[in-house]
């Protein structure tokens, strides 16, 4: 596996042999996660239909802190975010900001308008297109900690994990992995999301202290997977397809779980804190791919939020601390538990309606 230190870097010799595993009794990994917090505001059919907190440091912070090894006596996965809002920010007490709070600036917090298509999403063509809206201050080399880390997660989505804060997290971190959105997102002066070659971008030369560089398929080509590979392992994750990893000499598939897509929004954020964690236990990278993808699965299904959006019409004020709770059945239950119910039914079913799922989750090398 590539190292993302240099031998004459931070890190003392015979320390790179397990890069992500803690060995018995030693105390647990802490991993560094850099990009910023921001504001989502969906559209379907010009019409906006919801706003939510983004950012993929917000979807990997909720995955890690599911899914990494912790230290028994200790509540949360043991990280730090580095991430950067303004004053406007909605979400600070949302469960990820709350934990780990982000930097305060005077520009407006990052803000995208995702327009979704009513037609169908194919497993190859985007879903939505994406516009920055506002764009909050570039996270500088100066505002990581000066401090060691097992694992960091260069996670941008706004171009502001700049080429010498990467350079950074490489000299503070045993291994790095990064998202190629991080790096190779342009933006026109409308603030459309479009892409640059990754070779034409100061981040190139830092690929081979990279340990693995995760794309879209749509992001793929731009990442130029036949030179990138010999320099670092690259996923590239294809949605209900599942994703590939491929690295300098070999290949592999590996399948997808089944799910039925309410939103995608967060499934390659989701996958990539999902296959950390798998390496963080100590899995091959083909098996923590497997983590990813249920990870990334369980992104896009939502289904339970669909279900409540759809059948329980919203409190005006929500009771939950010393207000009054009631334990009787709801006017909705019978329609809820009905709901809830299908949803339970349609994962094996689904599975054994589409014959591609039938290896799901399964590795095969090409
Ligand atoms: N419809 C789906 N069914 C099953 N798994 C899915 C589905 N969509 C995504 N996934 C899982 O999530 C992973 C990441 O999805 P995808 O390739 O769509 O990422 P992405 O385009 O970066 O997403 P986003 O930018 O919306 O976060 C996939 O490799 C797959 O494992
Ligand atoms: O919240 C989302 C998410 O983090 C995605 O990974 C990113 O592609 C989008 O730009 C962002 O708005």
Same mark, same amino acid.
């Given at each position: 596996?590539?190292?993302?230190?240099?031998?004459?870097?931070?890190?003392?010799?015979?320390?790179?042999?397990?890069?992500l595993?803690?060995?018995?009794?030693?105390?647990?990994?802490?991993?560094?996660v850099?990009?910023?917090?921001?504001?989502?505001?969906?559209?379907?059919?010009?019409?906006?239909?919801?706003?939510?907190?983004?950012?993929?440091a917000?979807?990997v912070s909720?995955?890690?802190?599911?899914?990494?090894?912790?230290?028994?006596?200790?509540?949360?996965?043991?990280?730090?975010?580095v991430s950067?809002?303004?004053?406007?920010?909605?979400?600070?007490?949302?469960?990820?900001?709350?934990?780990?709070?982000?930097?305060?600036?005077a520009?407006?917090?990052?803000?995208?308008?995702a327009?979704?298509?009513?037609?169908?999403?194919?497993?190859?063509?985007?879903?939505?297109e994406?516009?920055?809206?506002?764009?909050?201050?570039?996270?500088?080399?100066?505002?990581?900690?000066?401090?060691?880390f097992?694992y960091?997660?260069?996670?941008?989505?706004?171009?502001?994990?700049?080429?010498?804060?990467?350079?950074?997290?490489?000299? %503070?971190?045993?291994?790095?992995?990064?998202?190629?959105? $991080? /790096?190779?997102?342009? =933006?026109? +002066?409308?603030? #459309? &999301?479009?892409?640059?070659?990754?070779?034409?971008?100061?981040?190139?030369?830092?690929?081979?202290?990279?340990?693995?560089?995760?794309?879209?398929?749509?992001?793929?080509?731009?990442v130029?997977?036949?030179?990138?590979?010999?320099?670092?392992?690259?996923?590239?994750?294809?949605?209900?397809?599942?994703?590939?990893?491929?690295?300098?000499?070999?290949?592999?598939?590996?399948?997808?779980?089944p799910?039925?897509?309410?939103?995608?929004?967060?499934?390659?954020?989701?996958?990539?804190?999902?296959?950390?964690?798998? %390496?963080?236990?100590g899995?091959?990278?083909?098996?923590? $791919? /497997?983590?990813?993808? =249920?990870? +990334?699965?369980? #992104? &896009?299904?939502?289904?339970?939020?669909?279900?409540?959006?759809?059948?329980?019409?919203?409190?005006?004020?929500?009771?939950?601390?010393g207000?009054?709770?009631?334990?009787?059945?709801?006017?909705?239950?019978?329609?809820?538990?009905?709901?809830?119910?299908?949803?339970?039914?349609?994962?094996?079913?689904?599975?054994?309606?589409?014959?591609?799922n039938?290896?799901c989750?399964?590795?095969c090398?090409v």
């Amino acid at each position: 596996m590539p190292l993302a230190a240099e031998p004459d870097d931070t890190h003392e010799e015979g320390e790179d042999q397990q890069l992500l595993l803690a060995k018995k009794g030693e105390p647990t990994l802490e991993g560094l996660v850099v990009g910023s917090y921001c504001h989502d505001v969906l559209i379907r059919g010009g019409r906006v239909v919801g706003e939510t907190l983004g950012g993929a440091a917000a979807f990997v912070s909720n995955v890690l802190d599911a899914a990494s090894p912790r230290e028994a006596e200790q509540g949360e996965a043991p990280f730090v975010v580095v991430s950067k809002v303004g004053r406007d920010f909605a979400y600070a007490s949302a469960p990820a900001p709350a934990r780990r709070p982000p930097l305060l600036c005077a520009s407006p917090t990052t803000s995208f308008h995702a327009q979704f298509s009513d037609a169908a999403a194919s497993a190859h063509a985007p879903d939505r297109e994406l516009r920055r809206v506002h764009a909050c201050d570039p996270i500088y080399p100066a505002d990581l900690p000066d401090r060691r880390f097992a694992y960091g997660l260069a996670v941008g989505v706004a171009g502001e994990v700049l080429p010498e804060t990467l350079e950074r997290m490489i000299r %503070l971190c045993r291994a790095v992995l990064v998202d190629a959105q $991080a /790096l190779i997102r342009a =933006f026109d +002066g409308d603030g #459309a &999301v479009g892409h640059v070659a990754l070779e034409d971008t100061p981040y190139a030369r830092l690929l081979p202290r990279v340990a693995f560089l995760k794309a879209s398929s749509e992001e793929a080509p731009y990442v130029g997977v036949e030179t990138a590979r010999r320099r670092c392992c690259v996923i590239v994750t294809d949605g209900r397809d599942g994703c590939r990893l491929y690295w300098d000499g070999g290949e592999a598939r590996v399948a997808p779980f089944p799910a039925v897509q309410v939103d995608p929004t967060g499934a390659g954020d989701s996958f990539l804190a999902g296959f950390a964690a798998g %390496l963080l236990w100590g899995l091959s990278a083909t098996d923590a $791919a /497997l983590l990813g993808n =249920f990870f +990334g699965a369980a #992104a &896009v299904s939502q289904a339970v939020k669909e279900i409540l959006e759809e059948k329980i019409a919203k409190r005006s004020s929500p009771c939950i601390n010393g207000t009054t709770f009631t334990f009787d059945r709801s006017s909705v239950h019978d329609e809820l538990h009905a709901a809830l119910q299908e949803a339970a039914r349609l994962i094996p079913e689904q599975q054994q309606a589409d014959p591609t799922n039938g290896n799901c989750g399964d590795i095969c090398s090409v």
